[in-house]
Structures are given as C-alpha cells and as structure tokens.
C-alpha cells in the first residue's frame, strides 16, 4: 500500500452512529459475511471478515489494511468519518436543518374532542361539543394559506382525536376545500389519521381515499377478538375487533383503496402482552399479511397519565418484541426490522413547520397536551385566530430539543441510533421517562432479521466465524448506552 494510502486511511475512524452484528452469515452465492448498520444512512453493510474486525477495533493499521475501495465504500456510508469530525454536532445540524425547513409543513386538525372508546390507557380526556362552524372556518383558511404560499411545496394533514370519524362530515367538508386549492396553486396536498377504526366501512374507507388524498391510516388493534374489545370498549359496550378487520380484508382484497399504507398499531402492556403472539396469527389469517399493511408494535407509555402499573420496563419489552418480530416474519406480516431512513426532525415539537390544532381552535406544538387533564393550556402556543396567513407558529417548549442534545445535555446525545430516532420525545424525556424506541436494545436481532431477508443465513457460533471482540470505547458503543 502506497503511503499516501495509508496517511488516508489514517484518518478515518469508525463512526460513532455504526453498530456492528456478531454473526457470520453464508450468502446466497456461498461467501461468508458479516453486516454493520450505520445509522447516519440508515444503511445495512454487508461485510467481509477483514472489515468487520478493522470496524471493531478501531485500529488504524488494520483500517489501512483495507484498501483505498474498502474505505471510499465505508466513507461514502458514514460507517467510517474523518477522525476531525464532531459527529453529533453534524447529526443535530441536520436535524436543525430538516426542522427549519418551511417548505414542507404538516397540520394536525383534532375535529372533535370526543371518542366513542374508553380505553384505560389512555391520557386524554374526552368531552362532547357543538361543532364550531366560525372555528372551522378559520382552521380551513390557515391551511388553505399555506396551501397557497409559493414558499411552500408540500402540506399534509393529519386527522386526529379523539376519534376523527366521529367528525366524518367536517373532514369530507375541510378536505374538499384543501384538496382544491393545492390543485389550483399546484402544492402537493397529503392527508393521513389516526383512528380506532371502529366506525369504519368499506364505503367510508375507500372515499376518503378517493376524495380526501388519505395516504396512510393508522388504527389499532390490542389483541385477538377477546382481548382487544375488553382493552378497547366501546362506550356502548359493542366489540370492535371483528368489524374493524373485516373492513380493512374486504377493503384492501377488493383493491378499493390502491394508493392506502395501513399501519396496525398494538399498544402493549402487562394487560396483553402475552395475547400478542395470537394477534400476530390472526392477523395473517385474516387476510392483513397484505402489502400495504404494515405492523407497528408500540409499548404503551405515559400520556400526562399513570400508567406504571401496566408499563413494560424497556429491555423487557425489547426482548419479547424480538419474538414476535420473528413470529411475524414467519406469518408474512409487513414490518421494517431497522429504520431505513434518518429523521428529518423528531416530531411535531421539534419544527415550527408542523402543529396541532385542537377543537377549540387552539394551537400546539406537542401532541401530546391537546385533551390532556392539567396539560392542555400549558401547552399553548397561539390561537388559530391570532395568526395571519401561513405564518409559522410561535415557538414552543420543545424547540430547542437539538441545542439540548447538540450540547450533551441529553442520554440522546451518547446514543448511536440518534440519526433514526431524534431522541424519539423531548417530553417525556424533560418529565423523566425513557421514550427509547426498541430498536436501541434489541437492533441486534432486528439486523438479523433484516439480513436473513436478503437470503443470508446464520453460519454456528464460535471462534472460525466470529470476528475479534471490540474494546474499550467502541465495545461500549452499541451496548451500553
């Protein structure tokens, strides 16, 4: 190697956002292979022995064994980055950079305050009012105008809750106005909800599709029939479970809806988790190991309420969900074993291009005051009345999230899945719960899954396959965070 080559290698190290698997895989043509996942792209690597050893160790000499290709590959991923760079101050610029985009902004629209279930854990508080027409119509002009604002390319609306459907007619009414007007200015215009789905149909389904540009549903479902109707009731003590599922077989079988993305959410607690297994089948039997059905398994967490008698400590939850990811690979069902994209911001909180607006024509930046017993007025940031035109919101609490964590202050500032995740919820973060996504304990199995998909099987254990073990720091990366 030329001494050129090796000065380059020199400086590049690993990256501190590169978690590196353990096992040794046999590859469709035979080779051996090993498989890193850099999180800076959200990337799976394929490996070869040499790589996988230089990666973990860290050793400038072994780095510089692999070559001026081997290295521009690692490079060009973000899997090897100059020793110079401060990586988390990258990660937080990007994420400052993604927030403060205004071209793109998003509306959460809660057209009633009220929900038609009573689930135990939930932390809204749900009350039943006139609809406002005056209201409405100044919530329709706030989006029409970013609609029209030749700054922005892209909206998108988000049906929330309590329950949208319940507000059916305001939704078809306000989407018909917005999808109007991104036609006569040529903005792109998206809509998506949230929903129980208990009041669904087929017909309701396929037109809000058709006539109200919903791109993506998400509904959730607790458990089998049993389980899920008796943690989802119904204030009419009806089951949901039977006819939601039909709704979405029939709808999604007859291609009713073509342009649909479903996602089935499970919110998992002490109360069901060992009746998610059996979910998992029935799914899968009833027609939902579809592909435009994907499945989101969430551990529940506090919403302003307590829910610590139920609450899964995190490692656990992580373990079991390993299991039932796997259940679900073997059943067909749709999921995502790693993120496959970065971030652009964390959530709503996090960018004054994005907010909440509640029934009464209040306006949020976290979504989860709106309807919250004692959090509801702290979290406001402007009435709907008081802003003119597309003018962003005004700042709220969480807007400084990335200074936060760019400064050190913040776990989410040592983590290496911060580039997928953005530090997942600067609320319950600030108020001393761990909102970590599973993913930071269980990425190891979640990589194998997602290399077992690309026909990759698993060679035994032991000292002829197993790359050397990582030391010091870049042992502790990926396992102790």
Not at 205 to 218: K, N, P
Request: charged letters at 20%; aromatic letters at 6%; a neutral charge.
């Amino acid at each position: 190697m030329s001494a050129p080559t090796v000065r380059a290698a020199a400086g590049l190290v690993p990256s501190r956002y590169l978690l590196i698997g353990d096992r040794a895989y046999r590859g469709p043509g035979g080779g051996e292979a090993w498989f890193g996942y850099a999180t800076r792209t959200a990337t799976l690597i394929p490996l070869d022995r040499a790589s996988a050893e230089a990666l973990r160790s860290g050793d400038p000499a072994a780095l510089a064994g692999l070559g001026p290709e081997e290295c521009g590959r690692l490079a060009a991923l973000h899997a090897l980055v100059d020793r110079e760079e401060d990586e988390l101050a990258t990660v937080t610029d990007g994420l400052r950079t993604g927030s403060a985009r205004g071209s793109a902004r998003s509306v959460t629209i809660m057209p009633t305050a009220y929900c038609n279930m009573a689930c135990s854990y939930c932390g809204q508080e749900h009350v039943k009012a006139a609809h406002d027409r005056e209201r409405s119509e100044r919530v329709a002009r706030r989006v029409e105008a970013m609609i029209a604002d030749p700054a922005v390319d892209t909206v998108s609306v988000t049906w929330f809750g309590g329950e949208p459907l319940l507000a059916l007619r305001v939704i078809r009414e306000l989407s018909a106005r917005f999808t109007a007007a991104a036609a006569a200015h040529g903005t792109r215009y998206t809509a998506r909800m949230a929903t129980n789905g208990s009041l669904l149909t087929v017909r309701t389904l396929a037109a809000l599709h058709r006539d109200c540009a919903l791109e993506e549903m998400e509904l959730t479902i607790d458990g089998p029939e049993e389980v899920h109707d008796r943690r989802r009731i119904t204030r009419n003590g009806r089951g949901s479970f039977r006819r939601t599922v039909a709704v979405l077989a029939e709808t999604l079988a007859g291609g009713l809806a073509p342009g649909l993305r479903v996602g089935i959410r499970v919110n998992i607690d002490r109360g069901n988790e060992d009746s998610v297994t059996p979910l998992l089948h029935d799914l899968a039997c009833l027609g939902l190991a579809h592909p435009q059905v994907t499945l989101h398994l969430i551990a529940v967490h506090s919403w302003g309420n307590d829910v610590s008698e139920v609450e899964l400590a995190a490692r656990a939850y992580a373990a079991r969900e390993a299991e039932w990811l796997r259940t679900a690979e073997a059943l067909g069902l749709h999921f995502a074993p790693l993120p496959v994209a970065t971030v652009r911001t964390t959530c709503t909180a996090t960018t004054r291009s994005g907010e909440i607006i509640d029934p009464g024509g209040r306006i949020y930046s976290c979504s989860e005051h709106p309807l919250v017993p004692g959090a509801g007025s702290a979290g406001v940031v402007a009435e709907v009345a008081d802003l003119v035109g597309s003018a962003a919101r005004p700042a709220g609490a969480f807007d400084d999230w990335y200074e936060q964590v760019g400064a050190g202050a913040a776990q989410c500032s040592r983590c290496p899945i911060l580039p997928v995740c953005g530090g997942s919820c600067p609320k319950l973060w600030r108020e001393g719960h761990l909102p970590c996504p599973s993913v930071k304990f269980n990425w190891a199995e979640r990589l194998d899954l997602a290399v077992r998909r690309r026909g990759f099987t698993p060679l035994p254990p032991g000292p002829a396959h197993a790359p050397e073990q990582q030391n010091g720091e870049q042992q502790d990366r990926g396992q102790q965070w």
